[in-house]
């Protein structure tokens, strides 16, 4: 057995101060394949709205929202709505539980349509988000580095997030951490992310 296979979902990639562990690919290509011409197709993709310095930024890549109820959602000082589930998110909500031994009320799409988007040094932290909650992180599509950097140290990790693949972050990874997904020119193809987060009210 490989000890320090990323696949074991005991071992932890950050250093301190937060866990996240990758499970690798968790979908045969197959049905990872079939998953992303789905969410392509089939997801209400908006642009995605932030205002900074009180000016309106439109972003490239797209995002969409959906929750057990119509949870409003604050980021980047705008606010979105949550649509209903589909079959197919409850579908990968309930893997994504099962897997990582959690439970979520709400997901966060993103569509990346090439290497050429991507997103800025963040962390998940905003108010509306339960506190130290655990976020699963579903990819499909074109392979792309995924880092972490920490708040006070700096020192980074990073590591690719393979089509069909799952991740988590969970304890105080958001607290003590960014994460980002750099922009690539290695990737001409599009890749869907799913984040599965627990909202508060
Ligand atoms: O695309 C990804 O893998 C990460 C997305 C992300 O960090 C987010 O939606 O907050
Ligand atoms: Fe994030």
């Known amino acids: 057995m490989d000890l320090f296979s990323s696949t074991d979902e005991t071992t932890n990639l950050l250093p301190q101060d937060g866990i996240v562990h990758y499970y690798g690919v ?3 290509k197959t049905e990872a394949d079939r998953f992303l011409q789905y969410l392509l197709e089939h997801i209400e993709w908006k642009n995605d709205e932030a205002v900074i310095f009180g000016k309106l930024i439109v972003t490239k890549r797209k995002v969409a929202w959906y929750g057990d109820r119509a949870f409003e959602y604050t ?17 990968l909500k309930k893997v994504v539980e099962t897997k990582t031994g959690e439970t979520y009320n709400s997901c966060l799409l993103n569509l ?10 963040h962390s998940d932290a905003e108010r ?11 990819s499909f599509g074109s392979e792309r580095k995924f880092a972490f950097k920490h708040k006070k140290s700096s020192e980074t990790v990073s590591l690719l997030l393979e089509h069909g693949s799952l991740l ?24 869907v992310n799913l984040t599965f987060r627990t909202i508060v009210e």
Not at 75 to 91: D, F, G, I, M, Q
């Open 26 to 28: 968790v979908f045969p």
């Open 75 to 91: 980021y980047s000082n705008t606010t979105k709505r949550a649509l209903p589930w589909t079959k197919e998110l409850l579908e």
């Open 112 to 121: 990346y349509h090439d290497g050429s988007e991507g997103m800025a040094w």
């Open 128 to 138: 509306d988000l339960k506190k130290n909650g655990a976020i699963g992180s579903l």
């Open 168 to 191: 988590v972050m969970k304890g105080e990874t958001q607290k003590h951490w960014l994460h980002r997904l750099p922009p690539t020119k290695l990737s001409n193809k599009p890749r």
